[in-house]
């Protein structure tokens, strides 16, 4: 809070992550700065719930667990399944560490059999199954596992420039749902809406270096670029976009990031689906 002139200003910033100095040198998560008035004024009650201070609240923006969150992110599944029902264009993006929730995934299935594409990036475990005739023949499920932790959670609803985009600190399970305090808010500046819709999202849906397929028998498959196919290495690449935005930013990081080719790359961590 900071007085400009005879106001009072409020300024917020949301992370997917937490703030521990260890772990934000080694996972890759996403923030927004804001001065919104609603976000400002969604984020100091949510606050004073934490220390009882007040409740009841009419959240403006902010989606929060556990009051709503798993409510509003059936909403938006449901919402693209009815825009696939009416033959109208619809599109699902989600990236998140787990998917476990039950009602996600059958909402999920329920919307490719709409007929909605649905693209998810799901580093950990997943309980969805893609792939399956008449159930969900629309999902494709990817995870990347490589140098910095993938830890953040990007939501899209929407086909074109005007989707609705979310980040959250919440993956789609159920302790994140009705057990903590978590937090969805939404992406409404069309610049950085933008950035995360043609600059992020392509990247990771692009990785062929480090990322693998999820089966409809539940194993995974390496991905590999084919014999005249470039290789894409998304966190290289996204390396390499922060340098093009902070060019006076000296990065040893991006400079010693020289895997190129899938026998330099890889990782025997990987989760195994359950």
Same mark, same amino acid.
């Given at each position: 809070?900071?007085?400009?002139?005879?106001?009072?200003?409020?300024?917020?910033?949301?992370?997917?992550?937490?703030?521990?100095?260890?772990?934000?040198?080694?996972?890759?998560?996403?923030?927004?700065?804001?001065?919104?008035?609603?976000?400002?004024?969604?984020?100091?009650?949510?606050?004073?719930?934490?220390?009882?201070?007040?409740?009841?609240?009419?959240?403006?923006?902010?989606?929060?667990?556990?009051?709503?969150?798993?409510?509003?992110?059936?909403?938006?599944?449901?919402?693209?399944?009815?825009?696939?029902?009416?033959?109208?264009?619809?599109?699902?993006?989600?990236?998140?560490?787990?998917?476990?929730?039950?009602?996600?995934?059958?909402?999920?299935?329920?919307?490719?059999?709409?007929?909605?594409?649905?693209?998810?990036?799901?580093?950990?475990?997943?309980?969805?199954?893609?792939?399956?005739?008449?159930?969900?023949?629309?999902?494709?499920?990817?995870?990347?596992?490589?140098?910095?932790?993938?830890?953040?959670?990007?939501?899209?609803?929407?086909?074109?420039?005007?989707?609705?985009?979310?980040?959250?600190?919440?993956?789609?399970?159920?302790?994140?749902?009705?057990?903590?305090? !978590?937090?969805?808010?939404?992406?409404?500046?069309?610049? *950085?809406? @933008? #950035?995360? %819709? +043609? !600059?992020?999202?392509?990247?990771?849906?692009?990785?062929? *270096?480090? @990322? #693998?397929? %999820? +089966?409809?028998?539940?194993?995974?498959?390496?991905?590999?670029?084919?014999?005249?196919?470039?290789?894409?290495?998304?966190?290289?690449?996204?390396?390499?976009?922060?340098?093009?935005?902070?060019?006076?930013?000296?990065?040893?990081?991006?400079?010693?990031?020289?895997?190129?080719?899938?026998?330099?790359?890889?990782?025997?961590?990987?989760?195994?689906?359950?």
């Amino acid at each position: 809070v900071r007085r400009e002139g005879e106001k009072l200003r409020r300024y917020v910033h949301l992370s997917t992550g937490n703030y521990h100095p260890s772990t934000a040198k080694r996972y890759t998560d996403i923030g927004l700065f804001t001065a919104d008035r609603d976000i400002a004024e969604d984020a100091s009650a949510l606050f004073n719930l934490l220390t009882g201070y007040s409740q009841g609240h009419q959240w403006r923006k902010v989606v929060v667990a556990p009051d709503d969150l798993q409510r509003r992110t059936l909403d938006l599944i449901q919402e693209q399944t009815n825009l696939a029902r009416e033959g109208k264009p619809s599109r699902i993006f989600a990236k998140l560490n787990a998917l476990v929730d039950r009602k996600a995934i059958e909402a999920l299935y329920r919307a490719s059999q709409a007929g909605v594409p649905i693209d998810l990036i799901v580093r950990g475990i997943c309980c969805l199954r893609p792939g399956m005739p008449g159930i969900s023949e629309n999902i494709r499920v990817r995870s990347i596992v490589d140098r910095f932790l993938e830890h953040s959670r990007i939501f899209v609803f929407g086909d074109g420039e005007d989707a609705q985009v979310f980040l959250s600190s919440a993956d789609w399970m159920p302790r994140n749902f009705y057990r903590r305090v !978590e937090a969805m808010f939404p992406m409404e500046n069309k610049d *950085i809406r @933008a #950035r995360i %819709l +043609l !600059e992020i999202v392509p990247v990771y849906l692009r990785d062929n *270096i480090k @990322a #693998r397929e %999820l +089966l409809s028998d539940g194993t995974y498959r390496r991905i590999s670029p084919q014999d005249d196919e470039l290789h894409f290495r998304a966190q290289q690449e996204l390396l390499h976009l922060h340098e093009q935005y902070h060019p006076d930013d000296a990065s040893p990081a991006s400079a010693n990031y020289s895997v190129a080719s899938p026998e330099h790359a890889e990782h025997t961590d990987h989760p195994k689906h359950s």
